[in-house]
């Protein structure tokens, strides 16, 4: 049974979403079902939300939920956090 989702910081948000447009692969920390840390090297293809809970689809065929993510390249999520 998964966790209820928190939505993100909206900064943070920005942030997810500027690294899409670039087009680029990301560093992207986070989180995985059973609470291990993922690192992979990916594009983020899109950001949506599905049933009240925020996603990035990845290039390499992952979806992480928003609230997993730690980090992505040098912008940590914990940062934008009040």
């Known amino acids: 049974m998964s966790q ?3 939505p ?3 900064e943070f948000h920005d942030v997810l ?3 899409a447009v670039r ?3 990301a560093t992207i920390r986070y989180l995985d079902e059973e609470g291990h840390l993922r690192v992979v090297q990916a594009r983020i293809l899109d950001l949506h939300a599905a049933d009240s809970v925020e996603y990035m689809r990845l290039d ?3 979806v992480v ?3 997993r993510i730690v ?3 040098d912008a ?3 940062a934008f956090e009040a």
């Open 65 to 67: 939920r928003l609230d």
């Open 4 to 6: 209820a989702y928190v």
């Open 17 to 19: 979403e500027a690294t």
């Open 71 to 73: 980090g992505v390249d």
């Open 23 to 25: 087009r680029q692969p």
């Open 76 to 78: 940590e999520r914990g």
């Open 60 to 62: 390499d065929g992952g």
């Open 8 to 10: 993100i910081n909206c």
